[in-house]
C-alpha cells in the first residue's frame, strides 16, 4: 500500500479514487505529476483552496511533481457544479489580473526550486486559447454524450432545478477541464488530477477523454468538501469570507478564525490542515480529553495553519496583538499591528477632530448606548485607554496622545473594544 494514500486515508482527506490498487502500485513505483485546478473567481483564494494546495505540498514531500493549475480559461467561463445559479461573467483584464495574484498565493505552498521534482504554475488559457471552435467540437465535444453530462450530478441539479437552468456556456465548462487534463497529460506527463469532491464529474470526465485522445492510463482523487459541526459554511465569518491574502483578511483576524474552532471540529481540522503526523494529533485529542481548563488543540491549529499561510512574522504579530488585547498592555504593538486591528480585528471608528471627550467616544460607538451608562462605566473603573485606565468622566483623549499619532484602543470592561482611528 502506498504511504502517502494511507496517510491521506487516515486523516480523512479521501473522498474517491478512482481504480484505488492501481493508483497505490502507480504511486509507489515511481515520482509522479499530479494537478489541481484553481479558478480565478476573486483576486485571492479562500481557505477553502487551502486542503488542495496543502494536498500538493503533501505529494511534493512525497517525491511527486505538483502542478498548479490557474484557470485563466475556465475563469471565464465559471464552473457550474452545485452552483445555485449561473456565474457573473467577468471581463478579460479582471480575470487576467486575478491570475497574476493566485500564481504568487500557490507559489508560496509548493517549491519551486532545482529539485527534479519541483512545482510548475500553470494557466490553461495557454492550450485553450491556441484552439479554435471548429477544432475544439470536432476533437473534443465529439467524445462527449450529452446523454452522459446531464446526468451528473453538478449538473443535474441545475437542470432540475427551476428557473433559469443552465447555460450552453457553463455546460461546456466540463469539456474544457477535461481537456485540461489531457493537455498535462501529453504536455507534462501528468497523471494524477486532485480536486473537492464537487469536481468528481469533471475529473472523470478528463480521464475518460485522456484515454480516448492519448490512449493513456490516468487517475483521479477527491477530497472531502470541508463542514463544520454546527452545520454553518465552512471559511465564512460574520465579517465575510476567510482569504490567504494578509490585505484582505488580516494574519490577525487569520489566527482568530482559527482559534474560536469548536471542539467538535478542531481535531478533524488539525488533520486537514497541518502537518502534524496522525499519531501526534491523536495524543493532543486525548490529553484535551483528559485536561482541567481549555484545551490545547485550538491554540495548535491556530498556530500552525497561520505560519503555513502568513510564515513565521505573520504568526509573531497575530499572538502578539492576542496577547496585548488580553493583557491590555499594548506597548509591545507595532504600528502594523494596529493596522491589522484597524483593518478587521475590531470594530472600528473615524474621529475628525483632534480632541474628544471620553464621554463622546464611548457613545459615538457601541461601548455605552447613552452620556449617563459612559459616565457610570468611567466611575466604576471599567474604562481603559490605550492600556491606562481612565476614572475622571471629563477626560479629554487627543490625537497627540494617540499611539503612533493615529490609534487609540479603548476597552470597557474585559471584552469589549473599539479602536478609534484619527484622521
Keep these: 500500500m502506498n504511504a502517502l494514500i494511507e496517510d491521506l486515508k487516515a486523516r480523512g482527506l479521501i473522498a474517491q479514487t478512482t481504480a484505488d490498487e492501481e493508483l497505490h502500485e502507480h504511486l509507489s513505483s515511481g515520482s509522479r505529476t499530479l494537478y489541481c485546478g484553481f479558478d480565478p473567481t476573486a483576486d485571492s483564494l479562500h481557505i477553502g483552496s487551502l486542503v488542495p494546495l496543502l494536498i500538493l505540498k503533501r505529494f511534493q514531500e512525497a517525491g511527486h511533481k505538483p502542478l498548479a493549475l490557474v484557470g485563466g480559461a475556465t475563469g471565464l467561463i465559471g464552473d457550474p457544479s452545485f452552483k445555485a445559479a449561473e456565474r457573473k461573467l467577468n471581463s478579460d483584464d479582471i480575470v487576467a489580473?486575478?491570475?497574476?495574484?493566485?500564481?504568487?498565493?500557490?507559489?508560496?505552498?509548493?517549491?519551486?526550486?532545482?529539485?527534479?521534482?519541483?512545482?510548475?504554475?500553470?494557466?490553461?488559457?495557454d492550450w485553450i486559447s491556441k484552439m479554435d471552435s471548429i477544432s475544439f467540437l470536432r476533437d473534443v465535444g465529439k467524445h462527449f454524450s450529452v446523454n452522459a453530462m446531464i446526468q451528473k450530478e453538478s449538473v443535474k441539479q441545475r437542470i432540475d432545478r427551476e428557473g433559469a437552468g443552465i447555460s450552453f456556456t457553463e455546460f461546456s465548462y466540463m469539456l474544457l477541464q477535461s481537456y485540461d487534463f489531457a493537455a498535462l497529460n501529453k504536455e507534462k506527463n501528468c497523471t494524477l488530477q486532485i480536486g473537492g469532491s464537487d469536481q468528481w464529474g469533471n475529473i472523470t470526465g478528463g480521464i475518460d477523454l485522456t484515454r480516448r485522445m492519448n490512449q493513456e492510463k490516468v487517475f483521479g482523487l477527491t477530497m472531502p468538501l470541508v463542514t463544520k459541526a454546527d452545520g454553518t459554511k465552512f471559511g465564512k465569518t460574520e465579517s465575510g469570507t476567510i482569504w490567504l491574502d494578509p490585505a484582505k483578511t488580516s494574519p490577525y483576524a487569520f489566527f482568530q478564525f482559527w482559534i474560536t474552532t469548536l471542539d467538535a471540529d478542531v481535531y478533524k481540522f488539525l488533520r486537514y490542515f497541518t502537518f502534524l503526523t496522525v499519531e501526534e494529533i491523536a495524543e493532543i485529542e486525548e490529553t484535551d480529553k483528559n485536561i482541567k481548563g481549555r484545551p490545547q488543540g485550538q491554540g495548535i491549529l491556530a498556530r500552525e495553519v497561520t505560519r503555513l499561510v502568513h510564515g513565521e512574522e505573520g504568526l509573531a504579530s497575530a499572538e502578539r496583538i492576542t496577547e496585548a488585547l488580553f493583557s491590555g498592555n499594548l506597548s509591545n504593538l507595532s504600528e502594523s499591528d494596529l493596522a491589522q486591528l484597524a483593518q478587521d480585528g475590531l470594530p472600528a471608528t473615524d474621529v475628525d477632530n483632534d480632541s474628544a471627550s471620553i464621554v463622546e467616544l464611548l457613545t459615538s460607538c457601541e461601548l455605552a448606548a447613552s452620556n449617563k451608562m459612559a459616565r457610570e462605566f468611567v466611575n466604576n473603573g471599567a474604562v481603559m485607554v490605550n492600556g491606562e485606565k481612565i476614572t475622571d468622566t471629563e477626560a479629554t483623549i487627543t490625537k497627540a496622545d494617540a499611539l503612533f499619532s493615529r490609534y487609540t484602543l479603548i476597552k470597557r470592561g474585559k471584552r469589549l473594544f473599539n479602536l478609534f482611528i484619527w484622521k
Design 97 to 125: 489580473n486575478w491570475v497574476d495574484s493566485i500564481k504568487k498565493q500557490v507559489s508560496a505552498f509548493i517549491e519551486f526550486n532545482d529539485q527534479e521534482n519541483a512545482a510548475e504554475v500553470v494557466n490553461n488559457l
